[in-house]
């Protein structure tokens, strides 16, 4: 069980990554932003590395309570549902301002950044959320072929997370407070968008 420092030093990390990403975040704000010191951060992680994995964990897991990864999806549904309904979790996380919006905004300003630990955080992804995309990816496009679903998850994650990637995110794209059925309108258009995309890759990559 976390202590109540851990939980204040987590909940700050997540405020300062996602606004600076892992390269430009500073242990100095974040344990200013805890009312901590940097001794409680050795003691409680160990590092920078293993407070960042912690703080990413936490985002995820407000993303997805918000916007569950699996949507409300029967027993039986299929592997495009699955792909859409990701889609559909990502890109409410990406028009989100507050904290479910957390965890997409910590990856896009880290994953593009130099001295970020990409692989650290390719791992915690990848048992999160990625290694399903991949497998329903491929059953969508009905293939093995590892390097057409590693094209196919390049292009679903440039597109899913398009809007993550804005300084204002969807800021002169959705009015201010826009409707539900606004957004809900949007995000099955960018849907749309995202599997015309991948039904449309060139079939250069044999399918077993």
Not at 58 to 81: C, I, N
Request: aromatic fraction near 8%; include cysteine.
């Amino acid at each position: 069980m976390k202590s109540e420092v851990q939980k204040k030093l987590i909940d700050s990390a997540v405020e300062v990554f996602a606004q600076h990403g892992y390269r430009d975040a500073k242990i100095a704000a974040i344990v200013e932003g805890a009312g901590a010191n940097i001794a409680a951060v050795n003691y409680h992680f160990g590092s920078k590395d293993n407070l960042f994995v912690s703080a990413l964990r936490e985002a995820y897991a407000a993303a997805d309570e918000t916007y569950p990864t699996k949507g409300e999806l029967s027993e039986g549904a299929t592997a495009k549902e699955k792909v859409g309904a990701l889609a559909r979790a990502i890109l409410l996380r990406s028009l989100d301002e507050g904290r479910a919006g957390d965890f997409n905004r910590i990856m896009c300003r880290t994953m593009h950044s130099p001295g970020s630990p990409i692989e650290l955080i390719l791992r915690e992804v990848g048992e999160l959320e990625l290694s399903y995309l991949e497998s329903n990816l491929g059953k969508h496009l009905k293939t093995k072929s590892q390097p057409l679903i590693n094209w196919a998850v390049a292009t679903f994650i440039s597109l899913a997370t398009i809007f993550s990637k804005r300084p204002n995110g969807a800021v002169g794209i959705l009015p201010a407070n826009p409707s539900q059925d606004l957004v809900d309108s949007f995000v099955d258009a960018q849907i749309a968008s995202i599997f015309n995309a991948l039904e449309s890759l060139p079939n250069k990559f044999p399918k077993k």
